[in-house]
């Protein structure tokens, strides 16, 4: 298997522009999950899909970011518009329900700079 | 909600020697997993162990083995004979029981250095 895929792996943009991140989970797998990663915060959950359902979106920081997931194969994580303090790595993550412990399994990340 | 605590920010071990890492967390459920992952410096996230609550023996991956002490809230990483492999970042994470919420819950990350 091919892993979780995200692209692209790395995005540079302008303060305003629109920014979109894509995740494809591990075939077979109905979780999907969006994490970020910063220095100062460490890795935050931003949000979950459970069979392409969000289950928890409590996580995005607010309304300029949303996710959809619209089949089990592909997920998008917009944000709109970017801001400097954005700037992180964002992870996609799968896990298969039920599965053994639930364990995730991690892309390889979008390391997203904002200017 | 559930928390996970990892008060050292940084070790260093010497090659071929033990390191241990720590790693608390606070939770009034009964039934969870605990896991550690290891980002080396390519990012990538990759799960090094895992412990369910509700079993008593301690998990073991080759070189890896947990200190799980469900009493005292602890989950300790134990790294014999290290390699410089092993150096990278070190995240502690917790997980309700299946068909709770399935949301991992990390703790800050702990650099961990290899000495040759």
């Known amino acids: 298997d091919a892993g979780v895929i995200q692209s692209p792996r790395h995005e540079v943009t302008e303060m305003g522009q629109e920014v979109t991140l894509r995740c494809k989970p591990i075939s077979g797998h109905n979780s999907l999950f969006w994490y970020r990663q910063t220095m100062m915060r460490g890795l935050e959950l931003l949000i979950y899909?459970?069979?392409?359902?969000?289950?928890?979106d409590s996580g995005m920081p607010e309304d300029r970011f949303s996710a959809k997931m619209p089949n089990a194969s592909f997920s998008t994580l917009k944000i709109q518009p970017s801001e400097p303090r954005d700037s992180a790595v964002y992870f996609c993550?799968?896990?298969?329900?039920?599965?053994?412990?639930?364990?995730?399994?991690f892309g390889p990340g979008t390391r997203l700079t904002v200017t | 909600a559930q928390t996970v605590t990892q008060s050292q920010p940084e070790m260093s071990v010497q090659e071929a020697e033990t390191v241990t890492l720590s790693c608390t967390y606070d939770t009034s459920e009964s039934d969870y997993y605990l896991f550690w992952y290891k980002q080396p410096p390519s990012r990538q996230m990759i799960l090094v162990i895992r412990q369910e609550a509700y079993k008593q023996q301690n998990a073991t991956e080759n070189r890896f083995s947990v200190n799980f002490q469900k009493a005292a809230k602890s989950f300790s990483l134990k790294i014999s004979d290290s390699q410089l492999g092993d150096a990278a970042m070190y995240f502690c994470a917790y997980r309700s029981a299946p068909g709770a919420n399935s949301k991992l819950t990390f703790g800050k990350g702990i650099t961990l250095s290899v000495r040759p």
């Open positions: 899909f459970n069979n392409n359902v969000p289950i928890d």
């Open positions: 993550a799968s896990s298969s329900v039920p599965g053994i412990s639930y364990e995730q399994y």
